[in-house]
Nanobody
Framework: QLQLVESGGGLVQPGGSLRLSCTVSGLPLGDTTIGWFRQAPGKEREGVSCSAIGGGGTNFAGSVKGRFTISRDKAKNTVYLQMDSLVPEDTGVYYC?????????????????WGQGTQVTVSS
């Protein structure tokens, strides 16, 4: 059964960094496109980044482009979201989810297997 577990969130000061992990079980990572999403209090869930199957590319929301990077470790069946130069607007619960197509899209309705989320708080 497909299961995704996020970790790595926490409290960080503006300008700081965090690395989130999304560990996949139940399927090889090579068969899944992984998307990262976030939801701030009172706001809708929004796409942050995605990494497509088989080197099919990556995508980033405009608000994080140049600050966030996404990578895969096939041996660990894990996708990482490296977040640098964090700003308070990055605060929210971060989720990862899977998509069984080789295209990187940023709409949550295209994904399944949502994890429980990890809280990221950027504050001084």
């Amino acid at each position: 059964q497909l299961q995704l577990v996020e970790s790595g969130g926490g409290l960080v000061q503006p300008g700081g960094s965090l690395r989130l992990s999304c560990t996949v079980s139940g399927l090889p990572l090579g068969d899944t496109t992984i998307g990262w999403f976030r939801q701030a209090p009172g706001k809708e869930r929004e796409g942050v980044s995605c990494s497509a199957i088989g080197g099919g590319g990556t995508n980033f929301a405009g608000s994080v482009k140049g600050r966030f990077t996404i990578s895969r470790d096939k041996a660990k069946n894990t996708v990482y979201l490296q977040m640098d130069s964090l700003v308070p607007e990055d605060t929210g619960v971060y989720y990862c989810a899977a998509r069984f197509r080789d295209t990187c899209v940023m709409e949550a309705s295209n994904y399944v297997g949502w994890g429980q989320g990890t809280q990221v708080t950027v504050s001084s």
